[in-house]
């Protein structure tokens, strides 16, 4: 009797609800501008899995003039993170993809006999990793220990260790969060520097070479920029906006510096084929080596141990790396069209540039570009764009031929633009330098 009472009572008992609990929490359908656009007539939502509201925005259209030859740009999308303490540069060394050598081993160097400025440490290009080994930031490491104007006014360990950490400023705070999370006990002080206590200036002079040591000026410290050849510099400008003197004055540049503009900058950088920040290296998605970090010198493969590192050297001693960051130049493409329309070389054209004002706008970062007539084969995916030059993620065995994307300009229409890829000439020599594959 007894059984059979529990047979009943279980019988009346309702089951648990996770079907009814996940029912009441179920996520609205959400639909993507692509998705939308590909059914103009209908009326129900497209589901895309892809739509969110962190998904990359369309990239910038506008068409500036070429760069001046010698010019500064104000970075306003790059921030600071000011990082002290004894144990800085062992916290960093475990961390970063570059070695970070301790201050210790970094002694400031005299200045110059009849020179009003003195080498300093040079900074260090270098990415934090998540645990599978995919980019979350892409950084400039700056020692400031040694360095009075910079330490003196960033951090309160005028003593000890010290550091200027450069990155992503949309990820100025998320990076400061995940670098608090691997504190522990170490004896380090972390705090975002604000835009007014110390600005970045990206600066470059193509009449005469770059000075391969970085120099603390009057109210400035320059850092040679040396991810790629001809770059130019990196500028830390303490209290930006704290000085009646002309901007190029306080940066000690080279005469003839002009003002230029932050899609100027992105447009030089294109050229030389090196992405930054996480637009284009998108966190947690961009790999290591697909994003030319070995070739620009932002890994040490003989370093110790640091988070990430297994799928990075995994793919350094495997020797594979099928796809790379490379510039592209992006023409008109229509059937019958002369082969000598198809550019020769990497060059910016601001008149082919204005004639796709307007339509690069509508392309999104991670847009597909294939090779061939009808849907084709995929080959590269899109990163960014000024004018008639870009970036896009290329598969290597794959830069001969004719490519393509096509654009939607409305409802019904699409525009067909062609491109063609460029293998920057400094990789061959960064190859024998670095070793990488």
């Known amino acids: 009797m007894t059984i059979y009472r529990s047979r009943i009572f279980r019988m009346h008992i309702k089951p648990p609800g996770p079907y009814r609990a996940m029912r009441a929490v179920r996520r609205p359908l959400t639909a993507c501008g692509r998705c939308l656009a590909r059914r103009p007539f209908s009326t129900s939502a497209t589901i ?14 506008q068409v500036p003039p070429p760069p001046p030859l010698a010019g500064h740009t104000h970075l306003t999308t790059r921030a600071l993170i000011s990082l002290a303490g004894p144990d800085a540069s062992r916290f960093l060394q475990g961390l970063t993809t570059a070695h970070i050598p301790p201050a210790a081993s970094q002694p400031p160097a005299p200045p110059p006999s009849g020179s009003g400025s003195r080498p300093q440490p040079a900074a260090i290009y ?3 990793l998540n645990a599978q080994g995919r980019i979350l930031h892409d950084v400039f490491i700056y020692p400031t220990t040694h360095v009075p ?18 990155v992503d400023a949309a990820e100025q705070d998320q990076l400061l969060r995940w670098l608090k999370r691997y504190k522990l006990r170490s004896k380090i002080s972390l705090r975002a520097v604000s835009a007014d206590e110390c600005g970045v200036i990206g600066a470059w002079g193509d009449s005469a070479p770059a000075d391969p040591q970085p120099r603390e000026a009057a109210e400035a410290v320059r850092y040679p920029d040396l991810r790629a050849p001809g770059l130019g510099q990196r500028i830390l400008l303490p209290s930006p906006a704290g000085s009646s003197r002309p901007l190029s004055a306080r940066l000690g540049v080279e005469e003839g510096s002009v003002l230029a503009s932050m899609a100027q900058y992105t447009l030089r950088r294109y050229l030389h084929g090196v992405a930054e920040g996480q637009v284009e290296l998108q966190r947690e998605t961009a790999l290591v080596q697909e994003s030319g970090l070995d070739y620009m010198g932002g890994v040490d493969f003989r370093k110790g141990c640091y988070v990430g590192q297994e799928l990075v050297i995994r793919t350094q001693h495997t020797g594979v790396v099928r796809k ?53 084969r995929r080959v590269a995916r899109w990163m960014g764009g000024v004018g008639n030059v870009g970036l896009a993620l290329w598969r290597l065995e794959n830069v001969e031929g004719e490519f393509r994307f096509k654009v939607a300009e409305g409802e019904e229409q699409e525009r067909e633009l062609r491109l063609k890829p460029f293998l ?14």
């Not at 020599?429 to 594959?437: D, I």
């Open 324 to 376: 790379r960051v490379v510039p592209v130049v992006v023409y008109e493409g229509r059937e019958g069209e002369e082969q000598g329309r198809v550019p020769e070389k990497l060059e910016y054209s601001e008149e082919d540039g204005r004639a796709f004002e307007g339509v690069l706008g509508k392309v999104r970062v991670g847009d597909d570009i294939v090779r061939g007539e009808g849907k084709g």
């Open 424 to 437: 920057p000439e400094w990789w061959e020599q960064r190859k024998k330098g670095t070793g990488s594959v």
């Open 126 to 128: 270098s990415a934090f």
């Open 149 to 166: 104007l910079l330490s003196g006014i960033l951090t309160s360990h005028t003593a000890e260790e010290s550091y200027l950490i450069e």
């Open 48 to 61: 895309c899995q892809s739509a969110s509201p962190s998904s990359p925005p369309p990239t910038t259209s």
